[in-house]
């Protein structure tokens, strides 16, 4: 059964830190999406890569957050330095399919910034 | 503008009941449609998708939607929940690589 897997699941930090969430997406999938959730805004797209290539990374605050695919295997998103508000649920899915719409979603990882 | 709505925030429905959530779009096109559930601490799920065809789709656990082009309306249905279904759900619709999201609708089954 593929999944789509994310580490760590849960990060807890103190403000000014750096940190990085990791994802693997379902092997063969040519499209991997990073996503944020919380209460107030609800499910935002931060960034996605086609091929491994960012096609769009508009959702993201720049100066702070970068997202890679180092292989195909691997998607990073690095938060540095991270603040409060930067408290979520952030998802990574991965898809294939008609467009590449058809998303694959990881379990998540919850972040607390403190 | 592109944007999909989830009239309801919460439904409650009690355990055996049926159940309907409700979905409209607004794109420029047909988009690709899709249902994903969430469960508490849980990432989305895919529930079922509709691209083209029959406009009655059927998904996991039991779930259906359908179609509707003349309404924009992806509604989503189950003829007899269970309390296991008690969870968020999530109507998106896109193409090219990028969905839309609705605010989802959160369900809550009675006993």
């Known amino acids: 059964d593929a999944r789509v897997t994310q580490t760590p699941r849960h990060k807890v930090t103190e403000m000014g830190q750096e940190v990085t969430m990791r994802c693997q997406p379902i092997l063969g999938h040519n499209t991997v999406f990073w996503y944020r959730q919380t209460m107030m805004q609800g499910l935002e797209l931060l960034a996605y890569?086609?091929?491994?290539?960012?096609?769009?990374d508009s959702g993201m605050p720049k100066d702070r957050f970068s997202a890679e695919m180092p292989d195909a295997t691997l998607a990073t998103l690095k938060i540095q330095p991270s603040e409060p508000r930067d408290s979520a649920v952030y998802f990574c899915a991965s898809g294939s399919g008609l467009a590449g719409v058809e998303q694959y979603f990881g379990p998540g990882t919850r972040l607390t910034v403190t | 503008a592109q944007s999909v709505t989830q009239p309801d925030i919460h439904i409650t429905v009690s355990e055996g009941a049926s159940l309907e959530l409700r979905c409209n779009y607004s794109y420029g096109a047909t988009p690709y449609l899709f249902w994903y559930v969430q469960s508490p601490g849980q990432g989305l799920q895919l529930l079922l998708k509709y691209f083209s065809g029959d406009t009655l789709v059927q998904g996991i656990k039991g779930f259906e939607a359908e179609f509707k082009r003349s309404q924009s309306s992806f509604n989503l249905r189950k003829p007899s929940v269970h309390w296991s279904d008690a969870a968020e759900y999530f109507c998106a619709v896109g193409s090219n690589y990028q969905l839309i999201w609705g605010a989802g609708t959160k369900l809550i089954i009675k006993p």
């Open positions: 890569f086609r091929n491994r290539a960012p096609l769009d």
